[in-house]
């Protein structure tokens, strides 16, 4: 298993900027992939982006693309970094991790299903 910690949500005003982290621990030397997805009150989980641990490839969801950057370091951390940043991006963001070989890109998303390690996500507000 894998424990994932979040960090650096907030508030921001429209058009600015935050940067969130996760960190990962335990069984990270199988890891496939982190990613990030997100949570607004009454809405259903939904994918942000994701890195492939070999490689490196990055996917993004249509509606932060252009907009967001996943990117990790040597260890084990995954950043978000997020720019231009819209009310309706307003959400709960959660980290997730694959280190059973189990995700893939459909093309426009990943499932969250598939994922088998969660962090307890951090909060973004977006002020207009």
Do not use: H
Not at 63 to 69: A, E, L
């Amino acid at each position: 298993q894998v424990q994932l910690v979040e960090s650096g949500g907030g508030l921001v005003q429209a058009g600015g900027s935050l940067r969130l982290s996760c960190v990962a621990s335990g069984r990270t030397f199988s890891m496939y992939a982190m990613g990030w997805f997100r949570q607004a009150p009454g809405k259903e989980r939904e994918f942000v982006a994701v890195i492939k641990w070999s490689g490196g490839s990055t996917y993004y969801a249509a509606s932060v693309q252009g907009r967001f950057t996943i990117s990790r370091d040597n260890a084990s951390t995954v950043y978000l970094q997020m720019n231009s940043l819209k009310p309706e991006d307003t959400a709960v963001y959660y980290c997730a991790a694959d280190n059973r070989g189990r995700t893939y890109y459909s093309g426009s998303y990943y499932n969250s299903k598939d994922f088998n390690s969660w962090g307890q996500g951090t909060q973004v507000f977006v002020s207009s």
